[in-house]
């Protein structure tokens, strides 16, 4: 770990130790939202993993970061599928491609799985071909087994990706959430389910249809949330982060997931330093907080926290990890949660004894 000068937090977290969340799994070692990249992550230690939920058409939820699966999986090289590609606009956007939508869940089980950023991370890339997709169901059994076989309580952050667009077409996606909970038992408040969405208005029916726990995702400052910009809601993510935004999502969920520009905002030269109050706040209405993604590749770093290589060099996250624990998180989502649990690990011993001071408070 980096020698980093850390003593107190500047803020205090909500919880004993922070949370470290795998991001679609280990996604920098095996192909993202696979059992292989959930599983690994599970052995390294992670307190959780992160998945993305979509629908196929068929109704079933299966993990995947986007509805359109072109740079995920080799759909691609099917024959027998390309007349499936297809222009869709979804969340505003127009995107081309083939959709999981468009497939049932068995057609889906004869594709496999491919590395995103496959130059960035040629090991995980030498996976592909390797893996499947799975359902929700799947994930949510392979946590089980591994619960009993690791001995501990393994948590699972669930994101329902474009709410408003699949139920426009008749995929709502929270009823099939709940049928897969509650055929493994999970609908009740201590299963260490937690239910996500960039979306309010999917959160705000949960709410009231379910027991677990509910996570508000906030975006970049600027950006809007698709299913307010579809009601002729004009508010940013930047006005649900104010403290009557806080307040207003307070009425539905237990926290919020926090987009890292939001808890440690970059100056004009893309450096870090100070974090903004809202932690702090959010910590005011005891609403969690965690914060997404971290990621060691200096493309995804601050410009002072990078190395010299390029791009895909792997800069300084333990630094980035130790300002987030600083600033008094609750919970950090990650692609390489081995680095994040030693820096959790170093630094509650460092509140334990005292020692350092950081360079970010």
Not at 159 to 178: N, Q, R, T, V
Not at 333 to 346: G, K, Q
Request: net charge negative; proline share 4%; charged share 25%.
């Amino acid at each position: 770990m980096t020698d980093l000068a850390v003593s107190r937090r500047v803020t205090q977290s909500l919880v004993v130790t922070p949370a470290v969340v795998a991001h679609r799994g280990a996604s920098s070692y095996r192909p993202e939202h696979t059992i292989e990249a959930y599983r690994m992550a599970i052995r390294m230690g992670a307190d959780a993993i992160e998945l993305d939920l979509v629908a196929t058409l068929d109704g079933v939820l299966v993990a995947r970061h986007e509805s359109e699966i072109s740079s995920t999986t080799d759909v691609a090289d099917h024959p027998e599928f390309a007349d499936r590609e297809t222009t869709k606009t979804i969340d505003g956007l127009s995107v081309t491609g083939w959709f999981v939508e468009d497939f049932t869940l068995a057609e889906l089980k004869t594709l496999t799985a491919r590395e995103r950023l496959g130059t960035m991370r040629p090991g995980s890339a030498s996976y592909d071909g390797v893996c499947g997709i799975p359902s929700f169901n799947e994930v949510l059994a392979m946590v089980g087994a591994e619960t009993v076989l690791g001995g501990r309580s393994i948590g699972v952050m669930a994101e329902l990706k474009h709410a408003a667009y699949f139920e426009s077409i008749g995929l709502a996606l929270d009823p099939m959430l709940l049928f897969d909970l509650r055929r493994h038992g999970l609908d009740h408040p201590r299963s260490r389910v937690t239910v996500m969405s960039f979306e309010p208005t999917v959160l705000r029916r949960l709410a009231h249809e379910t027991k677990v726990e509910i996570v508000q995702l906030l975006e970049a400052a600027d950006k809007r949330p698709a299913d307010l910009v579809v009601a002729g809601d004009p508010r940013t993510y930047a006005d649900l982060c104010s403290r009557d935004g806080l307040e207003w999502i307070d009425e539905y969920a237990d926290g919020i997931g926090a987009h890292k520009s939001l808890v440690l905002p970059r100056d004009d030269a893309g450096n870090i330093s100070g974090p903004s109050s809202l932690v702090r706040d959010a910590h005011r209405l005891w609403m969690t907080v965690h914060v997404w993604t971290l990621r060691r590749e200096n493309r995804f770093l601050p410009r002072n926290l990078r190395s010299a290589g390029g791009a895909g060099a792997a800069g300084d996250l333990a630094a980035e990890a130790q300002a987030f624990l600083d600033a008094g998180v609750d919970g950090l989502i990650t692609d390489h949660p081995d680095i994040v649990l030693d820096v959790v690990r170093e630094s509650d011993d460092v509140i334990r004894t005292g020692h350092r001071n950081s360079q970010f408070a």
